[in-house]
């Protein structure tokens, strides 16, 4: 199947700083990539879908400033916790299509631990 | 909105048994897919199995089986002939785009 790869799977950061998660598919490429939220033994929570070439579409409650998403590429979508405070600590997972049109399965990165202290 | 209801949040079962997670979802949609991820320690998501809604055959895949009832919205997944490396959290999925719709998870103990 089609590779996601996440990085870095672990980040521990100061209180008030920035963090960048990369999110790269290897093997093909994703016009579109989603980012999801996870807290302990809980389910994915969707915050936003990046799309290449334009503007992230967030869901409702995601504040767009603290969440900045770009999609650089074909290949590469970022996710950047901006001025991160302690309750941002989660586990950020990315996941893409492998074919357009929203039928496919999605394939999921390996996901980044980000601790905020 | 669609949403996907599980609504057992553990289940147990005996090493080499068989054991049925539930999930219902709710859509207006006529077309659309069916997903149970696994999700072991590690975190990895892993695809279990997929059904497309417009399909009427149940999809197997080795020990894992579904049962798709679409009149009733529900999408159960059987387990046959468990094993200790099925132990994770399991998540039923529902996509009629591009989103992807999770369940709130169901952990799954395998007694040995």
């Known amino acids: 199947g089609a590779v996601v790869s996440q990085h870095p799977s672990r980040v521990i950061c100061k209180s008030g700083t920035s963090v960048k998660i990369e999110c790269r598919s290897l093997?093909?490429?994703?016009?579109?990539m989603f980012w999801y939220r996870q807290f302990p033994k809980q389910s994915l929570m969707l915050m936003a879908t990046?799309?290449?070439?334009?503007?992230?579409?967030?869901e409702q409650g995601v504040e767009k400033d603290k969440f900045l998403i770009n999609h650089a590429s074909l290949t590469l979508s970022t996710l950047t916790v901006t001025s991160a405070h302690p309750e941002d600590s989660s586990f950020y997972i990315c996941?893409?299509?492998?074919?357009?049109?929203?039928?496919?399965?999605?394939?999921f990165g390996e996901g980044s631990r980000l601790t905020v202290l | 909105a669609q949403t996907v209801t599980q609504s057992q949040p553990e289940m147990s079962v005996q090493e080499a048994e068989t054991v049925t997670l539930s999930c219902t979802y709710d859509?207006?949609?006529?077309?659309?897919?069916l997903f149970w991820y696994k999700q072991p320690p590690s975190r990895q998501m892993i695809l279990v199995i997929r059904?497309?809604?417009?399909?009427?055959q149940n999809a197997t895949e080795n020990r894992f089986s579904v049962n798709f009832q679409k009149a009733a919205k529900s999408f159960s997944l059987k387990i046959s002939d468990s094993q200790l490396g099925d132990a994770a959290m399991y998540f039923c999925a529902y996509t009629g785009g591009n989103k992807l719709v999770f369940g709130a998870g169901t952990i799954l103990r395998v007694k040995s």
């Open positions: 093997d093909f490429q994703a016009t579109t």
């Open positions: 859509t207006s949609e006529s077309d659309y897919y």
């Open positions: 059904q497309e809604a417009y399909k009427q």
């Open positions: 990046s799309n290449e070439g334009s503007k992230a579409t967030y």
């Open positions: 996941s893409a299509p492998q074919t357009s049109g929203g039928t496919g399965e999605l394939f």
